[in-house]
C-alpha cells in the first residue's frame, strides 16, 4: 500500500511516500509499523492527526479499525496550525 505523509511527518520521517506491505488495519498495525521503521512516529500524531484511506476520512469509516487492502492509499495529516 503507498502511504503519503504531510507537513511535519516529512521533516519527522524524511519520508513524503512509503510502500508498505502487510498491515491489515490503520491502528492496529499500520501505525505500529510505522512506529516501528521511525521510533517515535505515533508519539507525532498524539496531538491530533487525519488519516484518509483512498481519499475517506477514517472518522467516517471504521475509525483506527478500518481495514486495508494492498492497493489502498493512506495520507497521514500532523494536525495543523496558524492564525
Known sequence: MLVK???TLIEFTGKRKL???????VGGEL?????RM????????EQ??????NGKNIEHLQGLDTPLR???TI???PP????
Do not use: C, Q
Open 5 to 7: 505523509l504531510f507537513a
Open 19 to 25: 510502500e508498505i506491505s502487510g498491515p491489515k488495519t
Open 31 to 35: 501505525l505500529d509499523e510505522l512506529d
Open 38 to 45: 521511525f521510533p517515535g512516529f505515533k508519539k507525532e500524531l
Open 48 to 53: 491530533g492527526h487525519i488519516i484518509l484511506v
Open 70 to 72: 494492498e492497493d489502498d
Open 75 to 77: 495520507s497521514i495529516f
Open 80 to 83: 495543523a496550525g496558524g492564525g
